[in-house]
T-cell receptor
Framework: DQQVKQNSPSLSVQEGRISILNCDYT??????FLWYKKYPAEGPTFLIS?????DKNEDGRFTVFLNKSAKHLSLHIVPSQPGDSAVYFC?????????????FGTGTKLQVIP | ETGVTQSPTHLIKTRGQQVTLRCSSQ?????VSWYQQALGQGPQFIFQ???????GRGNFPPRFSGLQFPNYSSELNVNALELDDSALYLC????????????FGPGTRLTVL
């Protein structure tokens, strides 16, 4: 049962335009959402997060939007740069017991075309 | 550079064998988590250790076990290997168990024949 879903395996965007990566989740216990970026031959690196008490969080060119009623979140990258080309994982976790069991989606491969 | 290293980079084993994968974290990273990433999938949480004790586990059988040592190194042990255990194994360490402060290593690619 895939509790975090990224339905677009890949996305191509022109440099300078907006990239929008989408993610859906099914588990109502998820309370904290994260995006990770992964380059080939490297481990994922944390990019941005959002708590369920917010609907938007910004960090430079990256903005994450959360729609709790729809169980949907999205990552916006503006403007997109060639160095943003990577696999992006959406992830979610509940706050529980002093640790966070992070559940990942299957990833979206973003290609930013110069 | 995350300061988290894993060894070996690649490993080939046969079904039924046992394997030990290693992870070395930064000083001060009291928490280490292990993930399994099968081809085309996202990382799946195996378990997390905090100060040498397991404090959370995903849906993995007991033949997946771990150890964490005081020198910020850790191990993932898998017994009775199955073909489906072929995957990239990632460790992630951090000062707490939070997902936004965990730093991933590059992973160990395990192939089971």
């Amino acid at each position: 049962d895939q509790q975090v879903k990224q339905n677009s395996p890949s996305l191509s965007v022109q440099e300078g335009r907006i990239s929008i990566l989408n993610c859906d989740y099914t588990n109502s216990m998820f309370d904290y959402f994260l995006w990770y970026k992964k380059y080939p031959a490297e481990g994922p690196t944390f990019l941005i997060s959002i708590s369920s008490i917010k609907d938007k969080n910004e960090d430079g060119r990256f903005t994450v939007f959360l729609n709790k009623s729809a169980k949907h979140l999205s990552l916006h990258i503006v403007p997109s740069q060639p160095g943003d080309s990577a696999v992006y994982f959406c992830a979610a976790s509940p706050y529980s017991g002093g640790y966070q069991k992070v559940t990942f989606g299957t990833g979206t491969k973003l290609q930013v075309i110069p | 550079e995350t300061g988290v290293t894993q060894s070996p980079t690649h490993l080939i084993k046969t079904r039924g064998q046992q394997v030990t994968l290693r992870c070395s974290s930064q000083s001060g990273h009291n928490t280490v988590s292990w993930y399994q990433q099968a081809l085309g999938q996202g990382p799946q949480f195996i378990f997390q250790y905090y100060r040498e004790e397991e404090n959370g586990r995903g849906n993995f059988p007991p033949r997946f076990s771990g150890l964490q040592f005081p020198n910020y190194s850790s191990e993932l042990n898998v017994n009775a290997l199955e073909l489906d255990d072929s995957a990239l194994y990632l460790c992630a360490s951090g000062p707490s168990g939070r997902g936004d402060t965990q730093y991933f290593g590059p992973g160990t690619r395990l192939t089971v024949l």
